[in-house]
């Protein structure tokens, strides 16, 4: 909801969104949360020259479900969008 993943064509800091649905102090945790994992994608590396998009996207996928196995499918489909988004 925060990135705005299926609902925006790209990537943003819906902060409304998430005090609307949750109110003012859980969405704060949540946009913290989401902070932590967006900062914890940039240790992984790609060889852009080999890989594409789709194939980050999937590596992204599969890091983070191994490290965050909590977040749902929708989550981690996010997050692989928006770390995309930013290298196309």
């Not at 989550?75 to 196309?88: G, M, P, V």
């Amino acid at each position: 909801m925060f990135l705005g993943f299926g609902t925006a064509p790209s990537p943003r800091q819906d902060r409304a969104s998430l005090a609307l649905e949750f109110g003012a102090v859980k969405s704060a945790e949540l946009e913290r949360l989401v902070a932590f994992l967006l900062e914890e994608m940039h240790i992984f590396k790609s060889d852009w020259s080999t890989e594409s998009l789709e194939s980050v996207g999937e590596m992204i996928r599969s890091e983070m479900h191994a490290r965050h196995p909590d977040l749902s499918d929708a989550a981690l489909r996010a997050l692989a969008w928006k770390f995309t988004f930013d290298w196309r």
